[in-house]
């Protein structure tokens, strides 16, 4: 079992930055990719970044691309999501998760926190 906890949502003006942190607890972090999805009120959940094991490699929705970036801390055990130029479209839960592959679909990740809310404000 791996647990993940989530931390540093809250409200932001259009423009800002946030940065989101996940702590994982249980097994060793470093054996599983990492990712961030998201959901919006009414809408599915999506894939926003994803991170290797050994954080060589990353991946980006092109909704997010050139504004946020992922990195990984194996010593630490946490993932964070650095999220620049914020805009309205980006209010959603923000959920870290853990898995096997660097894949874009949920059902590719065992392993799930319980989400930080991100609000941004026009």
């Known amino acids: 079992q791996v647990q993940l906890v989530e931390s540093g949502g809250g409200p932001v003006q259009a423009g800002g930055s946030l940065r989101l942190s996940c702590a994982a607890s249980?097994?060793?972090?470093?054996?599983?990719?990492m990712a961030w999805f998201r959901q919006a009120t009414g809408k599915e959940r999506e894939f926003v970044a994803a991170i290797t094991k050994s954080g060589s490699s990353t991946y980006y929705s092109e909704s997010v691309k050139g504004r946020f970036t992922i990195s990984r801390d194996n010593a630490k055990n946490t993932v964070y999501l650095q999220m620049n130029s914020l805009k309205p479209e980006d209010t959603a839960v923000y959920y870290c998760?853990?898995?096997?592959?660097?894949?874009?679909?949920?059902?590719?990740?065992?392993?799930w926190g319980q989400g930080t809310q991100v609000i941004v404000s026009s």
């Open positions: 249980g097994r060793t972090f470093s054996n599983y990719v």
């Open positions: 998760a853990a898995g096997w592959l660097s894949a874009i679909s949920t059902t590719s990740y065992d392993y």
